[in-house]
């Protein structure tokens, strides 16, 4: 059976956290979600991990590079791997909440081109609520084509975290995706390089736990604050200046 949803992680020595979250998956998985795992050549014990579970569970689809080709080359690449109408990419630590996987089923038999899926953040130990809700939204939201800027001044902020997106593989497919390897946002250039065709939804119920801090680049935060998150904003030609100055100013470091 093809499967209708295809959750996609990129994955880089982080077996410790990879095993709840797909614990987490896993529990609410059906015959419709399959789980496409990219390891950018982990030398802890990913591997063994992976294997592990797939002896339970054949939806899992475990692809292993040889050497570490950075963030946005794995997303892509897993996205390519899959098989689902629809791709979740979600981060190798993520919790999901009872119910997301159905929720997002739900959502995508509305035919959305996008969903980005609400968070709640906690500390890196996860014992303690930081933000019930990232995204400061009461009710879902649903944007026209027409209103892809306003999507982008809504969202953009919120999806430098990647777990929140659920894009068409299609739309995802058809889309320039080379030049945004490196940014460690491909998503965010996948999606805002031009107007989607279609409608987005924005799920205002968490469905996701974030713990802070977590990052694979947190000891890069500067240079990727500072120098590459503006540059990508700044490079989407169909996004208004007026928009991305809501969401970053051109050239951030001047202010410090």
Same mark, same amino acid.
């Given at each position: ?8 992680? $990129?994955?880089?020595?982080? &077996?410790?956290?990879? /095993? ?10 059906? #015959?419709? %979600? ?84 609400? $968070?709640?953040?906690?500390? &890196?130990?996860?014992? /303690? ?10 009710? #879902?939201? %649903? ?114």
């Amino acid at each position: 059976m093809t499967p209708r949803l295809s959750i996609c992680i $990129a994955t880089l020595n982080r &077996a410790r956290f990879l /095993k709840e979250t797909l614990d987490g998956i896993l529990d609410q998985a059906n #015959d419709e %979600v399959e789980v496409v795992i990219v390891d950018g050549a982990s030398s802890d014990g990913t591997e063994a991990v992976v294997q592990g579970l797939q002896q339970r569970y054949p939806c899992i689809r475990y692809i292993r590079r040889e050497k570490a080709m950075g963030v946005d080359r794995d997303f892509d690449d897993a996205v390519q791997h899959a098989s689902g109408e629809y791709c979740w990419l979600l981060c190798d630590d993520d919790l999901l909440k009872p119910g997301a996987v159905a929720k997002v089923l739900s959502e995508t038999r509305r035919e959305h081109g996008l969903l980005v899926v609400n $968070a709640d953040v906690w500390d &890196a130990g996860y014992s /303690k609520l930081l933000e019930e809700r990232r995204m400061k939204i009461d009710e #879902d939201r %649903v944007y026209p084509s027409s209103g892809f800027e306003a999507l982008f001044a809504d969202t953009a902020k919120y999806l430098t975290f990647i777990g929140g997106v659920v894009i068409r593989r299609d739309l995802w497919m058809a889309r320039e995706r080379e030049r945004f390897f490196g940014t460690e946002f491909i998503h965010v250039g996948v999606i805002f390089q031009a107007s989607l065709p279609g409608t987005a939804l924005v799920i205002s119920k968490p469905l996701i736990s974030i713990r802070y801090g977590m990052a694979q680049w947190t000891a890069r935060s500067f240079d990727i604050w500072m120098f590459k998150w503006p540059e990508l904003v700044w490079s989407l030609p169909d996004i208004s200046d007026d928009a991305k100055n809501r969401v970053t100013l051109r050239e951030p470091w001047r202010i410090l």
